[in-house]
């Protein structure tokens, strides 16, 4: 008989980090690839730190970049694992940036990461079941199990446009592709 998987509560993790001139850009903003590697290293810390395993980064969703993020300011990373598969767990991140004089603070932006816990032969593994204790738990779970099936729906559709476009074409005579475009740009 299967023996009944292990059970854990998600723990909050919050990641500071102030923000040094050579982060910056060109115009003197922090640059946006310094904060996606700052994304990535607390996805990676709050998802190993769930599973007890490694884990690797499998996707990102949008992130977007609404306000600058300036240089001296400090940078706070909630992060909190919302829902886990079998070896899969989706962390949700949220950035907030503070002026550390007038302690003035903004949310910068929002971004949800899909990592998986690998074991040492890297492939995946499987990693207790998130328990959900209050309501406000269930509630992360039930959203990030909508967008896990979004990004499933997005990732088929993004295939069908490649195979359309990319790699179909090579196959197709000129008169096929330019029915195919005719067709396409007379829906603009
Ligand atoms: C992540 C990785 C180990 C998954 O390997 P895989 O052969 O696809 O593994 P599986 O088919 O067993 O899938 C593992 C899990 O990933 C999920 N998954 C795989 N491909 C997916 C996709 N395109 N979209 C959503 N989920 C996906 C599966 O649903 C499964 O979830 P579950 O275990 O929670 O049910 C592999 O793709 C890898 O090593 N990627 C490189 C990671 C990396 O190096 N990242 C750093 C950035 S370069």
């Given amino acids: 008989m299967q023996e009944p998987r292990e059970q854990q509560l998600a723990e909050p993790l919050i990641m500071t980090m102030l923000m040094t001139p050579e982060m910056a850009n060109f115009s003197g903003n922090i640059h946006g690839g310094s904060i996606l590697k700052m994304l990535d290293q607390v996805a990676y810390s709050c998802a190993a730190?769930?599973?007890?395993?490694?884990?690797?980064?499998?996707?990102?969703?949008?992130?977007?970049?609404k306000k600058p993020v300036k240089v001296g300011e400090l940078l706070t990373f909630y992060a909190q694992v919302n829902y886990?598969?079998?070896?899969?767990?989706?962390?949700?991140?949220?950035?907030?940036?503070?002026?550390i004089l007038s302690k003035e603070s903004r949310h910068t932006n929002s971004c949800y990461f899909t990592m998986v816990a690998v074991g040492d032969d890297g492939r995946p593994v499987q990693i207790p079941q998130l328990l959900l204790n209050s309501a406000k738990d269930k509630a992360r779970f039930v959203a990030a199990k909508l967008r896990r099936q979004l990004r499933i729906e997005h990732d088929s559709t993004m295939q069908a446009i490649d195979l359309k476009w990319t790699e179909q074409l090579d196959t197709l005579s000129e008169e096929e592709i330019e029915e195919a475009l005719n067709a396409e740009m007379g829906s603009r």
Avoid: C, P, W
């Avoid at 980064?57 to 977007?64: C, E, G, R």
């Avoid at 886990?84 to 002026?99: C, D, L, P, Y």
């Fill in 49 to 65: 730190h769930y599973a007890h395993h490694y884990a690797v980064t499998l996707s990102v969703d949008q992130v977007k970049f």
């Fill in 84 to 99: 886990v598969g079998r070896s899969t767990m989706e962390v949700g991140i949220k950035v907030v940036a503070e002026n």
